[in-house]
């Protein structure tokens, strides 16, 4: 395959642009399994997310679970509300250190990746 060496590369603001239009595509769709989850209120709590983890395997304690909530919990409320959910999700994404926390973000990131709710993911997802 020939690259067209006269073509406009993309400017750091239309990669940036392309990675904003990513993660909020990613977060709609975490939205939308939310739902389907049954989670009405637009926040999730202790029992919205130990209920979604009995599903994919292995039992977390009530210890994991406060702590997955309480890193991303900003406003101390003990919940994770959409805004902090985004947030997360894009200090994740950017973090170029390895220092934001990111148990809760590992499983977002699968369960965005399962699409079909199998509670596994394979190449193909």
């Not at 006269?6 to 739902?35: C, F």
């Not at 009995?54 to 959409?82: H, R, Y």
């Not at 894009?90 to 699409?115: A, Q, V």
Request: hydrophobic residues 35%; glycine residues 4%.
């Amino acid at each position: 395959q020939k690259v067209d060496t006269n073509a406009p590369s993309k400017s750091e603001a239309d990669i940036l642009l392309d990675e904003y239009y990513h993660a909020k595509d990613q977060l709609l769709k975490l939205e939308e399994k939310l739902k389907a989850h049954g989670s009405c209120d637009h926040k999730i709590s202790f029992k919205d997310l130990d209920a979604v983890l009995k599903t994919l395997g292995p039992p977390f304690s009530k210890k994991q679970i406060e702590q997955m909530i309480w890193e991303v919990d900003e406003n101390l409320d003990e919940t994770i509300d959409f805004d902090e959910l985004q947030l997360t999700y894009y200090r994740n994404i950017n973090d170029s250190t390895g220092n934001e926390p990111c148990l809760f973000f590992k499983i977002l990131e699968f369960l965005i990746c399962d699409g079909t709710h199998k509670g596994y993911i394979i190449e193909d997802d």
